[in-house]
């Protein structure tokens, strides 16, 4: 079914088009991933057990594919896994020129890439980046897309140059693991959940809106939200979706260690509520890196703040054209351009 109102104000609340059945117009078939099933993921409930069944993933990977690189950032997950990959392997960390948003993950990794002997590279992104690989990566995605797949693209392609024939993420164990402490923090009420994960009101910027009020009625319990399945059915989807659209559309194979792993015992929300988010995965990177403090989350960083921090906004008859863009995070702004990107292309 196309309905284009529908699809931008979904991209614009989620990041992605949370409906299969919807498209921006004919022809357009936009791919969602297909989750691992609960029951057929490996159930591990200490930090030994993670260590173990990450390493048994390792030793079956290096049978096949005998170049193996990665996406290393500054935090726990990425330099956890870099731990276990062989000696000279190639490790990628985003950085970009002009600005600092990269600097600690940067100081971090090269760190990381001393302890293991890891041959690491810097990944510049620049506005010519995304205005190069945006593109690339929304025809095939059949949408507009996150702002991390032109950089995860850009990585992509430096690490088929340098032979790499498989590049392992870290990507699902804040989810797996309770690391979205800001969401865990409490028992959201229905309403304030709503507001507190919509990443842009389709209201505050379209002027044809469509409500996406639907998605969060399939998780409401009475006044309250079942925030932790929202979680596990929704924002894993979008995610995963954005490495599985980049990775594919460079033609490398990526691999997550942590998406083949549940936690066997229920997460303790009151140990992630009270300072110690991932306490698993905080005690496997004490054991990997017992010279170092536990570092805090660092989400992959976008210089989309001092790329767009200048830009006047959209144009497009599609868009209001009394947006507070000073009101605007760099995030934002980047889901305003990027769909109008889309739009000048495909509608």
């Avoid at 948003?101 to 510049?124: I, S």
């Avoid at 990443?199 to 399939?218: D, R």
Wanted: negative net charge; hydrophobic residues 40%; contains cysteine.
């Amino acid at each position: 079914m196309t309905n284009k109102d529908f699809c931008l104000s979904s991209y614009i609340a989620f990041r992605y088009i949370w409906r299969a059945d919807m498209e921006f117009a004919d022809g357009l078939h936009h791919k969602l991933i297909q989750l691992i099933p609960d029951e057929e993921r490996i159930p591990v409930a200490s930090a030994n057990d993670i260590d173990r069944e990450i390493q048994k993933q390792f030793d079956s990977l290096y049978e096949l594919f005998p170049n193996i690189g990665i996406l290393l950032s500054g935090g726990m997950d990425s330099a956890i896994l870099a731990s276990y990959l062989h000696e000279g392997s190639h490790a990628y960390t985003f950085t970009a020129n002009g600005t600092a948003v990269f600097d600690a993950d940067q100081e971090r990794a090269a760190q990381y890439c001393r302890k293991f002997g890891l041959k690491h590279h810097l990944v510049d992104i620049s506005f010519d980046d995304y205005k190069a690989i945006t593109p690339i990566v929304m025809k095939t995605k059949c949408a507009p897309v996150h702002s991390i797949e032109p950089q995860i693209y850009k990585a992509a392609q430096m690490a088929i140059a340098d032979g790499v024939d498989l590049i392992i993420v870290g990507e699902s164990s804040d989810l797996i693991f309770g690391g979205m402490d800001k969401l865990l923090a409490k028992d959201w009420r229905f309403d304030e959940f709503v507001k507190r994960y919509t990443f842009l009101e389709p209201e505050l910027v379209l002027k044809n809106p469509v409500s996406q009020l639907a998605l969060f009625e399939q998780y409401r319990q009475g006044e309250y939200i079942d925030f932790m399945r929202f979680m596990d059915e929704v924002f894993s989807v979008e995610s995963s979706s954005s490495y599985l659209n980049a990775f594919g559309t460079a033609n490398l194979p990526y691999y997550d260690p942590y998406a083949r792993l549940i936690m066997r015992d229920e997460l303790d929300l009151n140990r992630v509520r009270n300072g110690e988010p991932k306490y698993l995965i905080r005690n496997l990177y004490a054991m990997k890196y017992p010279e170092n403090q536990i570092p805090d989350k660092i989400p992959m960083p976008r210089p989309v703040d001092f790329i767009f921090s200048d830009w006047e906004g959209p144009k497009r008859p599609e868009f209001r054209q009394d947006i507070p863009m000073q009101n605007l995070t760099g995030n934002q702004k980047w889901q305003l351009w990027c769909a109008e990107q889309f739009l000048q292309t495909y509608c």
